[in-house]
């Protein structure tokens, strides 16, 4: 009897230690492996992250650095394709103009050529002389008042066919040209004068163009010069410094 209830009470004790023992060894093994596996990949992970941070700024750095010249360039590459623009414009505006005179001059039976050019913001047309003939001085008219109302009218069909208010300048037979070079030497005397004698100087009435002209010379020499009265006697008055 004492044999066999000793092993009775072997038997369960055994049994029962076994699988509670192998099942928290088991667990407990697990736990410690996982531990030292879990911490390095952790610790890669942060290192990873401060490595992305790093790059990233320095990269956002140099990404502003490299911005700078672009806009630069950008600035640029605006105001040249902006003159480019405005160049193209006023070649239009003498193609146009070209055409207009070049069909007036085919009407009224007359000779001629057509220069077309750009001179600063204005388009520059000019009828010359041409192999077949000279041009007819009468379409200057006295004191280039046919010339000028050529000019207007020339203006005008600009503005009809492109939509835009033109400043085209005009000239026929190099009429402008030598009054220009007639209108810097009459500013020249008047601006000497004036200096000389400390009062002001009343030139004769002229046209816009022909003011123009004057005004350039005066600021030129120094001084400042007005424009009163009202067309066809508007006039220059060149004031003293």
Partial sequence: MSDTQATDVETPTDATAEPITGKTTGETTEQVTEVPESTPSVEVSRS???????SSAESSDATVDSDEPEVEDQGNKADKGEKKSRVRMLEREGEVAAD???????IADL??????DVDGDRAAIAIVDSDEGRVPRRLVGTDGKVLEALQELTRLAVQVETGERSRLMLDIAGHRAQRRSALVELAKVAIAEVQESGTKRALEPMTAFERKVVHDEVA???LVSESEGVDPHRHIVILPA
Avoid: R, S
């Avoid at 990873?48 to 790093?54: H, I, K, L, P």
């Avoid at 207009?100 to 085919?106: A, G, K, M, Q, S």
């Fill in 220 to 222: 030129a020499a120094g």
């Fill in 111 to 116: 000779d001629g050529d057509i220069d077309v």
């Fill in 48 to 54: 990873d992250e401060a490595v992305e941070t790093a």
């Fill in 100 to 106: 207009f005179l070049e069909t007036l001059l085919d």
